[in-house]
Protein backbone atom coordinates (compact mmCIF):
# COMPACT_ATOMS: atom_id res chain seq x y z
CA UNK A 1 0.00 0.00 0.00
CA UNK A 2 1.21 3.71 -1.18
CA UNK A 3 1.26 6.91 1.29
CA UNK A 4 -1.55 9.21 0.17
CA UNK A 5 1.00 11.66 2.71
CA UNK A 6 4.58 11.87 3.08
CA UNK A 7 6.46 14.35 5.13
CA UNK A 8 10.00 14.57 6.26
CA UNK A 9 12.12 17.17 8.48
CA UNK A 10 8.76 19.74 8.19
CA UNK A 11 9.79 23.42 9.37
CA UNK A 12 8.00 26.24 9.38
CA UNK A 13 9.16 29.13 11.67
CA UNK A 14 7.62 33.17 11.92
CA UNK A 15 11.01 35.12 12.67
CA UNK A 16 12.31 33.91 15.59
CA UNK A 17 9.21 31.79 16.52
CA UNK A 18 9.18 28.04 15.14
CA UNK A 19 5.57 26.69 14.84
CA UNK A 20 6.78 23.39 13.74
CA UNK A 21 10.14 21.63 13.75
CA UNK A 22 10.85 19.21 11.44
CA UNK A 23 7.58 16.78 11.62
CA UNK A 24 8.22 13.52 10.14
CA UNK A 25 4.65 12.00 8.97
CA UNK A 26 3.26 9.01 6.77
CA UNK A 27 -0.60 8.47 6.03
CA UNK A 28 -1.70 5.27 4.09
CA UNK A 29 -4.39 5.37 1.41
CA UNK A 30 -7.31 4.43 2.45
CA UNK A 31 -6.85 4.47 6.14
CA UNK A 32 -8.42 7.38 8.71
CA UNK A 33 -5.47 9.15 10.20
CA UNK A 34 -5.91 10.93 13.88
CA UNK A 35 -3.73 14.64 14.36
CA UNK A 36 -3.91 15.30 17.27
CA UNK A 37 -2.96 17.95 19.46
CA UNK A 38 -3.32 20.75 22.00
CA UNK A 39 -4.08 24.30 20.45
CA UNK A 40 -0.86 26.41 19.59
CA UNK A 41 1.00 23.00 19.01
CA UNK A 42 1.44 23.53 15.30
CA UNK A 43 -1.45 21.19 14.23
CA UNK A 44 -3.24 23.81 12.04
CA UNK A 45 -0.15 25.08 10.42
CA UNK A 46 1.07 21.43 8.93
CA UNK A 47 -2.37 21.17 7.95
CA UNK A 48 -2.66 23.89 5.96
CA UNK A 49 1.03 22.92 4.43
CA UNK A 50 -0.66 20.03 3.40
CA UNK A 51 -3.45 21.59 1.95
CA UNK A 52 -1.41 23.69 0.07
CA UNK A 53 -2.69 27.08 1.72
CA UNK A 54 0.45 28.01 3.56
CA UNK A 55 4.08 28.20 2.69
CA UNK A 56 6.59 25.62 4.46
CA UNK A 57 10.24 27.14 5.93
CA UNK A 58 11.58 23.72 5.18
CA UNK A 59 11.02 19.99 4.76
CA UNK A 60 9.91 17.31 2.04
CA UNK A 61 6.07 17.25 1.75
CA UNK A 62 4.22 14.94 -1.19
CA UNK A 63 0.43 14.57 -1.14
CA UNK A 64 -1.02 11.88 -3.72
CA UNK A 65 2.48 12.32 -5.37
CA UNK A 66 2.80 16.02 -5.45
CA UNK A 67 4.23 19.35 -3.54
CA UNK A 68 1.45 20.98 -2.50
CA UNK A 69 3.34 24.11 -2.99
CA UNK A 70 4.05 23.68 -6.99
CA UNK A 71 0.67 21.28 -7.08
CA UNK A 72 -0.95 21.82 -10.48
CA UNK A 73 -5.03 22.68 -10.11
CA UNK A 74 -5.95 19.57 -10.85
CA UNK A 75 -4.26 18.25 -8.10
CA UNK A 76 -7.21 19.99 -6.18
CA UNK A 77 -10.35 18.22 -7.43
CA UNK A 78 -8.50 15.06 -5.39
CA UNK A 79 -8.56 16.83 -2.34
CA UNK A 80 -11.83 17.26 0.14
CA UNK A 81 -11.69 19.93 2.83
CA UNK A 82 -14.17 20.22 6.08
CA UNK A 83 -13.09 22.98 7.43
CA UNK A 84 -14.05 23.86 11.34
CA UNK A 85 -16.34 26.46 10.47
CA UNK A 86 -17.81 27.39 7.09
CA UNK A 87 -20.17 29.50 5.44
CA UNK A 88 -22.80 28.30 2.74
CA UNK A 89 -25.16 30.74 1.15
CA UNK A 90 -28.18 30.50 3.69
CA UNK A 91 -30.77 30.88 0.50
CA UNK A 92 -29.32 28.12 -1.11
CA UNK A 93 -31.33 24.47 -0.81
CA UNK A 94 -29.18 21.69 -0.09
CA UNK A 95 -29.44 20.29 -3.08
CA UNK A 96 -28.76 23.57 -4.78
CA UNK A 97 -25.60 24.24 -2.57
CA UNK A 98 -24.14 20.84 -3.78
CA UNK A 99 -24.85 21.32 -7.43
CA UNK A 100 -22.87 24.75 -7.15
CA UNK A 101 -19.99 23.03 -6.01
CA UNK A 102 -20.01 20.18 -8.45
CA UNK A 103 -19.71 22.58 -11.12
CA UNK A 104 -16.22 23.22 -9.71
CA UNK A 105 -14.92 19.31 -10.94
CA UNK A 106 -14.68 17.95 -14.07
CA UNK A 107 -16.29 14.62 -12.77
CA UNK A 108 -18.10 15.58 -10.24
CA UNK A 109 -20.43 12.80 -8.06
CA UNK A 110 -23.83 12.73 -8.41
CA UNK A 111 -25.11 15.64 -5.98
CA UNK A 112 -28.39 13.85 -5.08
CA UNK A 113 -26.06 10.62 -4.27
CA UNK A 114 -23.57 12.46 -1.94
CA UNK A 115 -26.48 13.70 -0.03
CA UNK A 116 -27.72 10.39 0.38
CA UNK A 117 -24.37 9.47 1.68
CA UNK A 118 -24.16 12.05 4.48
CA UNK A 119 -27.76 11.12 5.55
CA UNK A 120 -28.94 14.52 4.31
CA UNK A 121 -31.06 13.03 1.20
CA UNK A 122 -34.36 14.19 3.02
CA UNK A 123 -33.43 17.55 3.57
CA UNK A 124 -32.51 17.86 -0.01
CA UNK A 125 -35.00 20.68 -0.35
CA UNK A 126 -34.34 22.33 2.74
CA UNK A 127 -32.58 26.21 3.15
CA UNK A 128 -28.83 26.04 4.14
CA UNK A 129 -29.97 28.32 6.74
CA UNK A 130 -32.91 26.42 8.12
CA UNK A 131 -30.53 23.04 8.61
CA UNK A 132 -30.11 22.02 11.99
CA UNK A 133 -26.12 22.13 13.35
CA UNK A 134 -25.34 18.57 12.52
CA UNK A 135 -27.29 19.00 9.31
CA UNK A 136 -24.96 21.95 8.35
CA UNK A 137 -21.91 19.52 9.37
CA UNK A 138 -23.46 17.08 6.55
CA UNK A 139 -23.54 19.66 4.33
CA UNK A 140 -20.12 20.74 4.77
CA UNK A 141 -19.35 17.29 4.39
CA UNK A 142 -21.70 16.40 1.16
CA UNK A 143 -19.26 19.43 -0.41
CA UNK A 144 -16.16 18.24 0.50
CA UNK A 145 -17.18 14.69 -1.39
CA UNK A 146 -19.06 15.77 -4.39
CA UNK A 147 -15.72 16.18 -6.04
CA UNK A 148 -14.98 12.90 -5.52
CA UNK A 149 -11.73 13.44 -3.85
CA UNK A 150 -8.94 11.08 -2.44
CA UNK A 151 -7.95 12.59 0.30
CA UNK A 152 -10.88 14.40 2.59
CA UNK A 153 -8.95 16.90 5.68
CA UNK A 154 -11.49 17.08 8.68
CA UNK A 155 -10.75 19.34 10.72
CA UNK A 156 -13.19 19.07 14.45
CA UNK A 157 -16.01 17.47 11.83
CA UNK A 158 -18.43 17.00 15.27
CA UNK A 159 -17.65 20.08 17.08
CA UNK A 160 -21.32 20.80 18.69
CA UNK A 161 -22.73 17.68 18.31
CA UNK A 162 -25.44 16.04 20.61
CA UNK A 163 -24.35 12.45 21.25
CA UNK A 164 -26.74 11.07 19.11
CA UNK A 165 -25.85 13.09 16.53
CA UNK A 166 -22.20 12.40 16.85
CA UNK A 167 -22.32 8.79 16.85
CA UNK A 168 -24.00 8.63 13.44
CA UNK A 169 -21.48 11.09 12.10
CA UNK A 170 -18.83 8.64 13.43
CA UNK A 171 -20.61 5.68 11.16
CA UNK A 172 -20.89 8.52 8.06
CA UNK A 173 -16.72 9.05 8.37
CA UNK A 174 -15.88 5.16 8.73
CA UNK A 175 -17.79 4.51 5.90
CA UNK A 176 -15.49 7.25 3.36
CA UNK A 177 -12.57 4.29 4.74
CA UNK A 178 -14.92 1.91 2.95
CA UNK A 179 -15.27 3.97 0.14
CA UNK A 180 -11.71 4.15 -0.27
CA UNK A 181 -10.87 7.51 0.91
CA UNK A 182 -7.94 8.37 2.58
CA UNK A 183 -8.65 10.88 5.81
CA UNK A 184 -7.06 12.96 7.61
CA UNK A 185 -8.78 13.53 10.78
CA UNK A 186 -7.96 16.88 13.83
CA UNK A 187 -10.18 16.55 16.57
CA UNK A 188 -9.71 17.45 20.24
CA UNK A 189 -12.65 14.73 21.36
CA UNK A 190 -10.20 11.88 22.11
CA UNK A 191 -13.39 9.01 21.96
CA UNK A 192 -13.95 10.34 18.42
CA UNK A 193 -10.25 9.56 17.29
CA UNK A 194 -10.04 6.03 19.28
CA UNK A 195 -13.09 4.92 17.86
CA UNK A 196 -12.21 6.52 14.24
CA UNK A 197 -8.64 6.29 13.70
CA UNK A 198 -6.32 3.76 12.53
CA UNK A 199 -3.35 5.17 13.10
CA UNK A 200 -2.75 8.45 15.39
CA UNK A 201 0.29 10.98 15.57
CA UNK A 202 0.43 13.44 18.62
CA UNK A 203 1.99 16.69 18.14
CA UNK A 204 3.23 18.77 20.79
CA UNK A 205 5.42 22.00 20.75
CA UNK A 206 6.19 21.79 16.71
CA UNK A 207 6.91 17.67 16.99
CA UNK A 208 5.64 14.60 16.85
CA UNK A 209 6.18 12.65 20.07
CA UNK A 210 4.32 10.10 19.57
CA UNK A 211 2.74 7.99 16.30
CA UNK A 212 0.69 4.62 16.14
CA UNK A 213 -2.59 2.81 17.40
CA UNK A 214 -4.44 3.79 20.58
CA UNK A 215 -3.01 0.36 22.11
CA UNK A 216 0.48 1.44 21.07
CA UNK A 217 0.46 4.73 22.25
CA UNK A 218 -0.74 3.61 25.61
CA UNK A 219 2.60 1.15 25.56
CA UNK A 220 4.80 4.64 25.09
CA UNK A 221 3.53 6.07 28.16
CA UNK A 222 3.56 2.80 30.28
CA UNK A 223 -0.63 2.99 30.68
CA UNK A 224 -1.50 -0.42 31.57
CA UNK A 225 -5.14 -1.91 31.94
CA UNK A 226 -6.60 -1.79 35.72
CA UNK A 227 -8.14 -3.75 38.07
CA UNK A 228 -10.17 -2.29 40.66
CA UNK A 229 -12.52 -2.69 43.30
CA UNK A 230 -14.01 -0.81 47.09
CA UNK A 231 -11.58 -1.58 49.71
CA UNK A 232 -14.16 -1.72 52.68
CA UNK A 233 -11.35 -2.36 55.41
CA UNK A 234 -12.71 -5.58 56.35
CA UNK A 235 -12.53 -9.58 56.00
CA UNK A 236 -9.03 -11.08 54.53
CA UNK A 237 -6.04 -8.83 52.91
CA UNK A 238 -5.34 -9.35 49.43
CA UNK A 239 -1.87 -11.04 49.31
CA UNK A 240 0.74 -8.68 48.46
CA UNK A 241 2.09 -10.70 45.58
CA UNK A 242 -0.86 -8.90 43.65
CA UNK A 243 1.15 -5.63 44.03
CA UNK A 244 -2.15 -3.63 44.75
CA UNK A 245 -2.32 -0.27 45.95
CA UNK A 246 -4.72 1.78 47.32
CA UNK A 247 -6.34 4.99 45.86
CA UNK A 248 -8.32 6.17 48.17
CA UNK A 249 -11.58 4.03 48.43
CA UNK A 250 -10.44 1.80 45.67
CA UNK A 251 -7.86 -0.69 45.54
CA UNK A 252 -5.96 -1.25 42.52
CA UNK A 253 -3.83 -3.77 40.32
CA UNK A 254 -2.19 -2.71 37.43
CA UNK A 255 -0.92 -5.41 34.93
CA UNK A 256 -0.98 -6.69 30.87
CA UNK A 257 -1.67 -9.61 31.96
CA UNK A 258 -5.40 -9.28 33.10
CA UNK A 259 -6.72 -12.82 32.40
CA UNK A 260 -4.01 -14.35 34.40
CA UNK A 261 -4.19 -12.21 37.22
CA UNK A 262 -8.16 -11.91 37.07
CA UNK A 263 -8.27 -15.41 37.52
CA UNK A 264 -6.00 -15.75 40.23
CA UNK A 265 -7.36 -13.01 42.42
CA UNK A 266 -10.84 -14.35 42.07
CA UNK A 267 -9.50 -17.70 42.77
CA UNK A 268 -8.11 -16.50 45.93
CA UNK A 269 -11.67 -14.74 46.93
CA UNK A 270 -13.51 -18.07 46.56
CA UNK A 271 -11.11 -20.01 48.65
CA UNK A 272 -10.62 -17.35 51.36
CA UNK A 273 -14.50 -16.68 51.56
CA UNK A 274 -14.07 -13.43 50.17
CA UNK A 275 -15.85 -13.15 47.04
CA UNK A 276 -17.88 -10.05 48.95
CA UNK A 277 -14.83 -7.91 48.99
CA UNK A 278 -14.82 -8.00 45.05
CA UNK A 279 -18.57 -7.72 44.35
CA UNK A 280 -17.74 -4.15 42.39
CA UNK A 281 -14.58 -5.31 40.92
CA UNK A 282 -13.90 -3.20 37.70
CA UNK A 283 -11.45 -3.64 34.56
CA UNK A 284 -10.75 -0.53 32.56
CA UNK A 285 -8.20 -0.03 30.19
CA UNK A 286 -6.51 3.07 29.10
CA UNK A 287 -8.20 5.26 27.52
CA UNK A 288 -6.81 7.55 24.62
CA UNK A 289 -7.14 10.95 26.98
CA UNK A 290 -5.38 9.52 29.40
CA UNK A 291 -2.39 8.28 27.26
CA UNK A 292 -2.86 12.03 25.36
CA UNK A 293 -2.51 13.81 28.57
CA UNK A 294 0.95 11.84 29.56
CA UNK A 295 2.29 12.25 26.14
CA UNK A 296 2.00 16.26 26.12
CA UNK A 297 2.69 16.60 29.51
CA UNK A 298 5.75 14.57 29.16
CA UNK A 299 6.30 16.65 26.28
CA UNK A 300 6.10 19.78 28.01
CA UNK A 301 8.78 18.88 30.61
CA UNK A 302 10.99 18.22 28.50
CA UNK A 303 11.15 20.41 25.49
CA UNK A 304 14.41 18.74 24.20
CA UNK A 305 12.57 15.79 24.00
CA UNK A 306 12.32 14.43 20.19
CA UNK A 307 14.58 17.21 18.74
Same mark, same amino acid.
Given at each position: ?20 ? !?? $???? #? ?29 ? !? ?9 ? &? ?21 ? &? ?15 ? $? ?21 ? !? ?71 ? !? ?29 ? #? ?17 ? &??VVTVLHELTNWAVDNKAEALLDDLEITRP???? &? ?9 ? $???? $? #?
Amino acid at each position: MSNAIEVRGLLKSYGEVHAVR !GV $NLSV #AEGEIFGFLGPNGAGKTTTIEILEGFRDRTG !GDVRVLGQDPA &TAPLSWREDIGIVLQESEIETEL &TALEAVRMQAAYFSEPR $NADEVLELVGLDDARDHRAGKLS !GGQKRRLDLAMALVGDPKLVFLDEPTTGFDPTARRESWDMISNLRDLGHTVLLTTHYMDEAQQLADRIAVIAE !GRIVAEGTADQLADLVSSKPRITWTHSGEGA #AVPSRFDAVSEGTKMVIET &TDVVTVLHELTNWAVDNKAEALLDDLEITRPTLEE &TYLKLTATDAE $NPEA $N #A
